[in-house]
């Protein structure tokens, strides 16, 4: 088949895109990221048995594995998320216009950015499951046990690694779990897989499907729908300014308030590591005020970035 008609392909049919990129991405796993897994193993003098069993949540009080777990997340995402966004960008024909990274919004709109993901953050965790919250019909109580497993391993990965009172931690937190996946994965999502699906179809139901595929791809059912409303939020954001941007500086932020509050409340004592293991619960009224803050928020900052860009939707 001629690479032209590939490229062409590319850009006028969604369809083809997604299953593109999701063979780019199938790819990198075993091309990539196996091997890099691999060398990291290898690094920290450990088995692949060892190595798959931490990262698995299996993290035992024998020695530290928080290198390990550092590289095993940052160079995942990036290997696994950005690198197949950016070869399907220089497909599409450029990072800069593909990934529409081309204009950036003004001062004033990164400003409101920042108050919409204080706003956001009780709002998306009212749509997160807690352990007991969660329940599958009784014929299914097997893969519910499966998956309380899986969420149990997973928190135990995150929180061994988060609940650390000392600044450099924070600070390396901050690059893996914050500026890493805002790059990595909004490139993917929002960058390809919202904008190709997009692409002569309904705008808000590409904004939606692509919420759903990046909660979908996160593998973590107590969180599935707040995953998914923050992927909606990140994808307005891209679909009312016209600019990548926006999406990853809001991705950032939410990860980066997150982290930065359990740092201050482990570091001054006000939760410890045993809390983190349950989800938080937000009181009603909290709720309700974070709901009205965003709305409020939201409909400012698209007022904003629509008269600085000439155009409304």
């Known amino acids: 088949m001629n690479f032209q008609l590939i490229k062409d392909l590319l850009k006028e049919n969604g369809l083809f895109a997604l299953s593109v990129a999701f063979l780019l991405f199938f790819l990198s796993l075993l091309i990539l990221v196996t091997p890099f897994y691999g060398l990291v193993a290898w690094a920290h003098g450990v088995s692949m048995d060892e190595f798959q069993a931490v990262v698995g949540g299996e993290i035992g009080d024998e020695r530290s594995y928080l290198?390990?777990?550092?590289?095993?997340?940052?160079?995942?995402?990036?290997?696994?998320?950005?690198?197949?966004?950016?070869?399907?960008?220089?497909?599409?024909?450029?990072?800069?216009?593909?990934?529409?990274?081309?204009?950036?919004?003004?001062?004033?709109?990164?400003?409101?950015?920042?108050?919409?993901?204080?706003?956001?953050?009780?709002?998306?965790?009212?749509?997160?499951?807690?352990?007991?919250?969660?329940h599958l019909p009784s014929w299914m109580s097997g893969i519910e046990a499966d998956m309380h497993a899986l969420e149990e391993k997973a928190e135990a990965v995150v929180t061994y690694l988060v609940a650390r009172p000392d600044i450099s931690s924070l600070l390396i937190n901050m690059l893996i779990f914050a500026v890493i996946p805002a790059f990595g994965e909004e490139v993917f999502f929002r960058g390809i897989i919202q904008q190709r699906?997009?692409?002569?179809?309904?705008?808000?139901?590409?904004?939606?499907?692509?919420?759903?595929?990046?909660?979908?791809?996160?593998?973590?059912?107590?969180?599935?729908?707040?995953?998914?409303?923050?992927?909606?939020?990140?994808?307005?954001?891209?679909?009312?300014?016209?600019s990548l941007w926006p999406s990853i500086i809001g991705h950032f932020l939410y990860n980066a308030f997150s982290l930065l509050g359990v740092w201050l409340a482990v570091r001054y004592g006000v939760i410890d590591e045993a809390f983190l293991e349950n989800n938080l619960e937000i009181p009603p009224l909290i709720g309700l005020l974070s709901v009205i803050l965003f709305v409020g928020i939201f409909w400012g900052y698209k007022r904003k970035v629509q008269g600085m860009q000439g155009f409304n939707r």
């Open 197 to 242: 699906l997009g692409k002569n179809r309904n705008p808000h139901m590409a904004i939606w499907v692509t919420a759903f595929i990046f909660s979908l791809m996160h593998f973590q059912a107590y969180g599935f729908f707040a995953r998914m409303i923050l992927g909606a939020i990140l994808g307005y954001l891209l679909y009312y300014s016209g």
């Open 67 to 134: 290198s390990l777990l550092w590289w095993a997340q940052g160079g995942a995402n990036i290997l696994s998320w950005l690198v197949p966004g950016l070869i399907m960008a220089w497909l599409l024909g450029g990072p800069r216009s593909a990934l529409s990274l081309e204009r950036s919004p003004s001062l004033w709109s990164y400003l409101l950015l920042i108050l919409l993901f204080l706003a956001c953050l009780p709002l998306v965790q009212i749509f997160t499951f807690s352990p007991e919250s969660f």
